[in-house]
C-alpha cells in the first residue's frame, strides 16, 4: 500500500454512460497523474496537476475526457459517452515537488460493455 | 525523451541475481534512467534511478555504462515477489510524465 487509494477499483458501464473515477494522493503531494494502462502495454501518461493546477494534458485525453483536482487534494477523472475502447486499467500517482519518485494507486479497471 | 529498448522477458532462479538489461542508446545529458516494476494487478512502483553514477538501495542496484547507452537493474537475491513488469524509463530533468515502454516480464522460478 503506496497511501495513494483509488475508487472504485473497478467499474463497469454500457456504453455511452458517464463515468467518474476518485484519486486521493498521499496527503503531502503536491502533485498528482493520471495514467491510462490497456491490456498487455505499459501505462500511458493522460495528465497531470501540480496544487489545483492542470498543467499538462496528452493528446490521449480526448474532449470526453477530463480532470480536476478543486482544492489541490483529491483528484476526480470523468469519461464522457464511454466507448468500448475507454476500457482499461487508469491509474493514479501522486509526488513531492521536486522528488523523482511517483507513487502509485492500486488503479480502477473499466469495462465498457 | 529518449527511447529505450528491453528484452520482451527475461527467467531468473529463486536466490540467484537478476540481470536486467536497457539500452537507450539517444540518451541526452540531462535524462535520468528511472526503473519501475508493476506486480500483477497492481500499480508500478519505484525501484531506483540515476543519472551517471552506479546506484544502489535497499532493493536493487544500477549500472550505467560510462557512455551511458546502457544500464542493468541488478536484483541481487530473487524471490518469487519479484515476478513483475520491469520498466526502463529515459526521463529529462524537470519533465513530469514517465513514458512506459513494454517493460521485460521477470518471472522468478523456485
Known amino acids: 500500500d503506496t497511501g495513494v487509494s483509488q475508487n472504485p477499483r473497478h467499474k463497469i458501464t454500457k456504453r455511452g454512460q458517464n463515468v467518474t473515477f476518485r484519486c486521493d494522493p498521499i496527503?503531502?503531494?503536491?502533485?498528482l497523474y493520471w495514467y491510462r494502462q490497456t491490456l498487455g502495454q505499459g501505462p500511458e501518461f493522460l495528465t497531470y496537476?501540480?496544487?489545483?493546477?492542470?498543467?499538462?494534458k496528452s493528446r490521449l485525453l480526448s474532449d470526453r475526457f477530463s480532470a480536476e483536482r478543486p482544492k489541490g487534494s483529491f483528484s476526480t477523472l470523468e469519461i464522457q459517452r464511454t466507448e468500448q475502447g475507454d476500457s482499461a486499467m487508469y491509474l493514479c500517482?501522486?509526488?513531492?515537488?521536486?522528488?523523482?519518485?511517483?507513487?502509485f494507486g492500486p488503479g480502477t479497471r473499466l469495462t465498457v460493455l | 525523451d529518449a527511447k529505450t529498448t528491453q528484452p520482451p522477458s527475461m527467467d531468473c532462479a529463486e536466490g540467484r541475481a537478476a540481470n536486467l538489461p536497457c539500452n537507450h542508446s539517444?540518451?541526452?545529458?540531462?535524462?535520468?534512467v528511472y526503473w519501475y516494476r508493476q506486480i500483477h494487478s497492481q500499480g508500478p512502483q519505484y525501484i531506483i534511478h540515476?543519472?551517471?553514477n552506479n546506484e544502489t538501495n535497499e532493493m536493487a542496484s544500477l549500472i550505467i555504462t560510462e557512455d551511458r547507452k546502457s544500464s542493468t537493474l541488478i536484483l541481487p537475491h530473487a524471490t518469487l515477489r519479484d515476478t513483475a513488469v520491469y520498466y526502463c524509463?529515459?526521463?529529462?530533468?524537470?519533465?513530469?510524465?514517465?513514458?512506459f515502454g513494454q517493460g521485460t516480464r521477470l518471472t522468478i522460478n523456485p
Open positions: 539517444t540518451i541526452s545529458g540531462n535524462e535520468y
Open positions: 496527503s503531502e503531494h503536491n502533485r
Open positions: 500517482a501522486s509526488s513531492f515537488h521536486g522528488g523523482h519518485e511517483q507513487f
Open positions: 524509463i529515459v526521463r529529462v530533468e524537470g519533465a513530469q510524465k514517465l513514458v
Open positions: 540515476g543519472l551517471k
Open positions: 496537476f501540480q496544487n489545483e493546477a492542470q498543467l499538462e
